[in-house]
């Protein structure tokens, strides 16, 4: 059963940076960072299956960096270049079998973290 753990939200202004990370219990095929302001729907952001493919949504490519360190069994979101509007709850997510899904779309993953909170001031 997965299990995940994610930290290192915080405040910071628009042009800075933070890492947020996910501490996996569990072996996981997909994994990937989702966020979800107040009363928007949940988004998708970057995804990383466990061949190394990478996936983002268009509003942060260029700009957010996913990865995973295996031996550390933890999942990276490196944040620069922060816009007010990325402003949000940010939650990370994995799916422990393989199949054919839409990486950012939440219905593929079965393992949440419990969220942690960015706040970009302009």
């Known amino acids: 059963q997965l299990q995940l753990a994610d930290s290192g939200g915080g405040s910071v202004q628009a042009g800075g940076s933070l890492r947020l990370s996910c501490a996996v219990s569990?072996?996981?095929?997909?994994m990937g960072w989702f966020r979800q302001a107040p009363g928007q729907v949940r988004e998708g952001v970057a995804a990383?299956?466990?061949?190394?493919?990478?996936y983002y949504a268009d509003s942060v490519k260029g700009r957010f960096t996913i990865s995973q360190d295996n031996a550390k069994n933890t999942l990276y979101l490196q944040m620069n270049s922060l816009k007010p509007e990325d402003t949000a709850m940010y939650y990370c997510?994995?799916?422990?079998?393989?199949?054919?899904?839409?990486?950012?779309?939440?219905?593929?993953?079965?393992?949440w973290g419990q969220g942690t909170q960015v706040t970009v001031s302009s």
């Open positions: 997510a994995a799916r422990g079998g393989y199949g054919s899904v839409n990486p950012l779309r939440a219905s593929a993953y079965d393992a």
């Open positions: 569990g072996n996981a095929y997909l």
């Open positions: 990383i299956y466990n061949s190394g493919a990478t």
